[in-house]
């Protein structure tokens, strides 16, 4: 810091200097706005500058994130229950995933009750996608037909545990038993015997990409690092896509191997801290791996001196607060800060500048959690599984529609077709499927008769769709197309973060062309174009692909409008 300037950034963020020079109590800003927001039914503009005050920031830091994330917007009564309407809930319940719940309560989404004893929060996926329609009610999950009946008490709440299979023969993310090697013995081995160079090297070799949905390559982001001494690895856990609940997964079943993966990453970009953010609609993949991290502690896998190598590494857990875009990295970087979780303008890339200024490398869940295989079984043995330009395996998950919902682990290539039909077993109860989506709500859509197509970015995106986080929601027949659209449009609205004025209006112009229910015409193409071309995220950037493929999907019975 010198002469009020951010080290290195050429402009001064009076926030960020304040915090600094307290010890960056922005750190611990969000995690106080949630302690004051249980069972507090007040407008958080009324507290939350107490909350900043007591941390020594300006009042008005924390109003910014008060009002912008979800959880902390809400009020909350002694109980709260948050309902999902994320893509597999919509489809699961007819495109009315909060009414049963809203009649039960006798409350509508973002109400409390007059005592305040309850609450209702809408929110976007809760990853119970195979079980759905899902609830978290207090934290405790509950899902299936009977949800409204949970929610009062009148049956036993049911969370059945994800079904999950390999389909390769030979898994790389969700392989165990005692055949398999433990994740953190790998990284013992590697940190005691190899060097930071033969794990980028063998991670090189793998052509291992981002599974988050960006598709980056690994290795190319970590060169950027490798030589900065203050770098830090922030590991991915908001798994916002609705559909997609891989990385709950891998965080609740498998959280020795994402942690491993996050060691790993770490020991190749020569950082000795790791951060890893989990979505506080996954409270059990929280608790997970707060306790594995401890477990790492104790067995001398992170701290000072790890297992005797004179190394460090403290790595810690942290929650989200309930933000789609708060996923996206430079956004992410912002929620860790304890600031609003929006995206900026790249560059300056995170790797470059990024938490606190420091070179940051941010790596999806499913992308860390590939790590340990690759390092155990070499770069070379990883690039010959999937295909030869999208190498390795991937988790896609299945939704409720689907007669074999759960998450499955396949070849990059495999083809869409008998995911759905050879591993999903179809629809089930004799429903015919209508569109399908691919990627969550930035993803895209095929038609029923249009499956014939590899999972793989280059083929899926030939096609209008992306392979995006891997998810897979059947929307059968029953659906209207003009509820699914205005579905997409209510999603993008209500999780754009409003950084940048075309994606902040646009979407709520594309919710209300959606509404209106005619042909967009001339409206829609304009509206697109800008959306395209000056959104400052790919959040705002890939809507209308998604939009043009979802009418494009159904055919005649969409208005061809919307398809250009
Ligand atoms: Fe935020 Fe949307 Fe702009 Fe991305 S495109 S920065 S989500 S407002």
């Not at 009020?75 to 809203?102: I, Q």
């Not at 953010?277 to 001196?305: D, I």
């Not at 390795?392 to 919902?405: C, I, M, Q």
């Not at 859509?445 to 499956?451: Q, R, S, V």
Request: net charge neutral.
């Amino acid at each position: 810091m010198n002469g009020g300037q951010t080290s290195g950034a050429g402009r001064f963020d009076a926030l960020r200097a304040v915090a600094s020079r307290r010890g960056r109590p922005g750190d611990r800003l969000l995690d106080e706005l949630s302690r004051a927001r249980t069972a507090n039914t007040c407008d958080s503009a009324s507290w939350s500058p107490g909350v900043a005050t007591r941390l020594g920031l300006p009042a008005a830091s924390a109003l910014g994130p008060a009002t912008f994330y979800a959880d902390l917007a809400a009020p909350h009564g002694r109980r709260h229950v948050r309902v999902c309407t994320g893509a597999a809930c919509f489809a699961a319940t007819g495109g009315r995933p909060l009414d049963a719940v809203e009649e039960e309560l006798g409350l509508r989404a973002g109400g409390v009750s007059p005592d305040a004893a309850v609450s209702l929060q809408a929110v976007r996926c809760l990853g119970h996608c195979y079980a759905a329609p899902a609830a978290l009610t207090d934290g405790r999950a509950c899902t299936g037909p009977a949800l409204a009946d949970q929610i009062a008490g009148r049956a036993p709440c049911a969370a059945p545990s994800i079904p999950r299979a390999d389909a390769t023969g030979d898994p790389v993310l969700l392989g165990s038993g005692p055949a398999v090697v433990d994740p953190l013995e790998v990284w013992k081995r590697t940190v005691t015997a190899s060097d930071p160079g033969d794990v980028h090297e063998q991670v090189a070799a793998s052509g291992l990409r981002g599974r988050g949905g960006a598709a980056y390559g690994v290795a190319a982001k970590w060169k950027a690092v490798r030589l900065s001494d203050d770098t830090v690895v922030v590991a991915n856990g908001d798994e916002g896509d609705p559909g997609s609940y891989a990385d709950r997964l891998l965080m609740e079943v498998h959280p020795r191997r994402v942690l491993a993966g996050l060691a790993l990453a770490c020991f190749a970009c020569g950082a000795d801290r790791g951060r890893i953010l989990v979505r506080s609609e996954y409270p059990a993949a929280l608790a997970a791996l707060h306790r594995t991290c401890e477990q790492a502690y104790t067995e001398r896998h992170f701290g000072e001196n790890v297992h005797g190598t004179g190394r460090a590494l403290q790595v810690e857990v942290w929650a989200g607060h309930g933000s789609y875009v708060a996923g996206e990295e430079t956004a992410l970087i912002a929620s860790l800060e304890g600031g609003r979780g929006c995206a900026r303008a790249r560059p300056p890339y995170p790797t470059e500048r990024g938490l606190w200024d420091a070179p940051t490398v941010v790596g999806n869940v499913e992308t860390l959690a590939a790590l340990p295989w690759i390092v155990s079984r070499g770069g070379a043995a990883y690039a010959r599984r999937g295909t030869p330009s999208e190498p390795g395996t991937k988790l896609v998950s299945l939704s409720e529609r689907f007669a074999r919902p759960g998450v499955y682990e396949v070849e990059l290539g495999t083809s869409v077709e008998h995911i759905v039909s050879g591993l999903g077993g179809g629809l089930k109860d004799g429903a015919r499927l209508a569109v399908l989506q691919i990627g969550g709500p930035l993803g895209g859509f095929l038609p029923a008769d249009g499956l014939d197509v590899p999972l793989a970015d280059t083929e899926l995106a030939a096609r209008g769709a992306a392979l995006g986080h891997g998810g897979l929601v059947a929307f059968d027949d029953s659906l209207e197309p003009a509820d699914v659209l205005r579905h997409t449009w209510q999603f993008a609205a209500a999780e754009s973060c409003g950084a940048c004025s075309p994606c902040r209006v646009g979407t709520r112009q594309g919710l209300e062309l959606a509404t209106a229910g005619s042909d967009p015409g001339e409206d829609w193409v304009r509206l697109a174009r800008v959306l395209e071309e000056a959104s400052l995220c790919a959040f705002g950037r890939r809507l209308p692909a998604a939009v043009r493929s979802l009418a494009r999907a159904y055919g005649q019975r969409f208005p061809s409008g919307w398809a250009p």
